[in-house]
């Protein structure tokens, strides 16, 4: 993804501290105290201009939502829908995903978005993939028991390997599709990649993958 470097983005984000956290690890294992609930917490890693977690906001206000991006000229966006639309339900976090323990206590997460994340095509890069075994480790560690991962992803290397990934890991698919677009999932939500691909008729992939360590 090209990122445009937009000069106002820090100040523009400063100003909106309320729902654009500065200093997160502060807020380890008391989000709840942030929105003021105790609401389940979904997150969306690499939520990009917040089309999805914003139109998730909307249509799930019992839900409380936190957007992780790290390109401060991407997340700007995102921060002035949710300025716009005056969401109570939804953070933003400018940080990097691999420090996500950082910012989440064990069990305080109980799902975690991945929507068009970066291919890595290159098998050397293998490991900056987002449904790569180390970063599925740490979604585990901020994850309830039981908690679950939803992908979706147009590059079909992408999905075969995290399918593939998911499955070595040890975690149940509970809903595959290879066509979303021409299934019968309904309250599907698209990013504005997905309008992008689906306009041109490309194939969009889904999964909801559920951990598999439930207290018995």
Do not use: C
Not at 186 to 199: C, D, L, R, V
């Amino acid at each position: 993804m090209r990122v445009r470097h937009k000069p106002w983005a820090s100040d523009f984000i400063a100003e909106h501290s309320q729902y654009a956290i500065a200093n997160p690890e502060q807020y380890k294992g008391k989000w709840n105290e942030v929105f003021g609930n105790n609401n389940p917490i979904h997150i969306e890693v690499g939520t990009g201009k917040g089309q999805f977690l914003t139109g998730m906001s909307v249509q799930n206000p019992d839900i409380n939502y936190i957007g992780i991006e790290l390109f401060d000229s991407v997340i700007v966006t995102a921060l002035q829908k949710v300025v716009d639309l005056e969401l109570p339900n939804m953070k933003l976090l400018n940080v990097n995903a691999k420090d996500l323990a950082e910012y989440f206590d064990e069990n305080e997460i109980d799902r975690v978005y991945l929507n068009f994340s970066d291919p890595w095509p290159k098998p050397r890069h293998s490991k900056r993939r987002l449904t790569f075994k180390s970063f599925l480790a740490l979604y585990e560690k901020i994850l309830v028991k039981g908690g679950e991962i939803h992908f979706k992803t147009d590059n079909q290397g992408l999905f075969e390997f995290s399918l593939i990934s998911f499955s070595e890991y040890g975690l149940q698919l509970k809903f595959l599709s290879l066509d979303l677009h021409n299934s019968d999932f309904e309250g599907n939500i698209m990013t504005e990649y997905e309008e992008k691909f689906s306009e041109k008729g490309q194939r969009i992939y889904r999964v909801e993958a559920k951990y598999m360590n439930e207290i018995k």
